[in-house]
């Protein structure tokens, strides 16, 4: 594999970070929305996961915000496959950068400024980011079980 067929070492750790961040404040979630409740009522919160949850939210805009100046700056592999795939392909990772973008950006706007709307959206475009993420995945494995086309090599930083 060419080295023009992979992303760039910035682009991969930027990747796996993000993609760790997402999963472990999903996980880390639980609780949110009683200390989302706690802090309009009183503006205190309880416990060591509410701000973890924050600051990893905001930690996650800040490194999908480098990730978007990386990839405008670096572009990123061609297309591993031509047509309506490609184009597939490409729709998927510009919603998914909408995604990574807003709902930290909604996690925010309810939070610090307590807007209880943005709170709503931010749990509902999260679940949506969820499951585009799930099919993200599926279809990398696939590519690299089914198709063997290389694909999952070009963000895996190991050779």
Known sequence: MDSNDRYGGLQMALHWATAALIVGNYFFSEGMEDAF???ME???????LPTYHVWAGVTLLALVVL????RVRSGA???????????AAKVVHMVLY???VAV???GIAAWFFGIDAAANLHVLVMNAMMLLILGHAAMAIFHHFVLRDGLLKRIIPLR
Do not use: H, T
Request: a positive charge; zero cysteines; aromatic letters at 4%.
């Open 37 to 39: 409740d706690a802090r």
């Open 42 to 48: 009183s503006g205190a919160v309880a416990g060591w």
């Open 67 to 70: 990730r978007l100046i990386v």
């Open 77 to 87: 592999p061609a297309a591993a496959q031509p047509g309506v795939a490609a184009l």
């Open 98 to 100: 909408a995604m990574m």
């Open 104 to 106: 930290p950006a909604l």
